[in-house]
């Protein structure tokens, strides 16, 4: 005979189990997420307050009169070795970088990943491959080698170069998003697009790119990360004047006139940090969506 009491009596516990359960690892996740974001707050704070008043406090206190002459001075007057015009040159030098670079490599991302993945031939696999061994090459092996083309091309120390050296580093990347997504697309469509008597650059503009707009999301978030936020590069491949952000943030924290303005350098990280932190909160539900979007079969 089934004891009904005593399965009514457990009913309850097993409820505030789970609410405990729940209660639980909500706070575990606000500790780790507190935890990941304290240095932004501390720098945000500290690029509010005056000098005075950073020797005086804590780097957790708030500041007593919010004050944005450091962000002044960093955008526009602060010094990044003999010079001290800010970071706005090299924002917009970044500007310049990153943009083309991003809509180069996506373009031929998606033409790579729409050949490998439904115009394959013999050796395509190896191919695809290699590229994908050559996105996985550090940085540093690759700086020599890279160096020596741009002198040949006469490109170093460019802004032209700088774009060519992230969109080759960055095509292997954005042809693996752009081949995993198009292997996803039934062949059918191709074979119909063919009966029809479209041509290779048909079925792309007009089958192809009308489907991508996820993958594009994804793949244009990546570059444009991973460009703008580049120092190796920037400083190994650039010079006076075609400096990109990161190079004169470091130039800034490290270039001091006896007085460390620590605002200053928390102003000046933030603002070099902005457009990545904008592309994220804007389209960074796309891009979960984008990284999910031709995972399954239909």
């Known amino acids: 005979m089934t004891n009904f009491s005593t399965g009514a009596k457990s009913k309850p516990w097993r409820l505030v189990r789970r609410y405990v359960l729940r209660f639980l690892l909500y706070a575990l996740l606000g500790i780790f997420a507190l935890y ?9 704070v500290t690029s509010l307050k005056s000098l005075d008043e950073i020797r005086a ?39 310049k970088i990153a943009v083309p670079a991003v809509l180069i490599s996506t373009f031929i991302g998606a033409i790579n990943g729409y050949v490998l993945s439904k115009w394959q031939f013999r050796g395509s696999n190896i191919i695809f491959a ?22 040949k091309l006469s490109l170093a120390g460019t802004i032209p170069g700088l774009v060519l050296v992230h969109v080759i580093y ?10 995993n997504y198009y292997v996803s697309v039934p062949g059918e469509i191709v074979k119909a697009a063919k009966v029809d008597g479209a041509g290779f650059f048909q079925i792309f503009w007009h089958v192809f790119v009308p489907l991508s707009a996820p993958i594009v999301v994804v793949t244009i978030i990546w570059q444009f990360t991973q460009i703008w936020n580049d120092f190796l590069f920037g400083v190994s491949f650039s010079q006076a004047g075609t400096q990109p952000v ?29 457009p990545t932190l904008f592309v994220y909160v804007v389209a960074g539900k796309y891009f979960i969506r984008g990284l999910t979007a031709g995972s399954v079969k239909g």
Request: aromatic content about 12%; some cysteine.
């Open 170 to 179: 960055g095509i292997s990347f954005t042809t693996l998003f752009f081949r």
């Open 57 to 95: 406090g804590s780097l957790l206190s708030l500041p007593r009169d919010i004050n944005f002459d450091a962000w002044v001075t960093a955008w526009s007057g602060a010094c990044s070795g003999v010079q001290c015009e800010g970071l706005r040159p090299y924002l917009w030098n970044s500007v």
């Open 36 to 44: 990941y974001l304290m240095p932004l707050f501390v720098m945000v």
């Open 246 to 274: 990161t190079v004169a943030l470091n130039n800034i924290v490290n270039s001091t006139t006896g007085v460390k303005e620590y605002n200053v350098d928390m102003s000046a990280a933030i603002i070099a940090a902005l």
């Open 130 to 151: 290699l590229l994908l061994f050559g996105g996985f090459i550090p940085f540093q092996v690759v700086l020599l080698p890279m160096a020596i083309v741009l002198g």
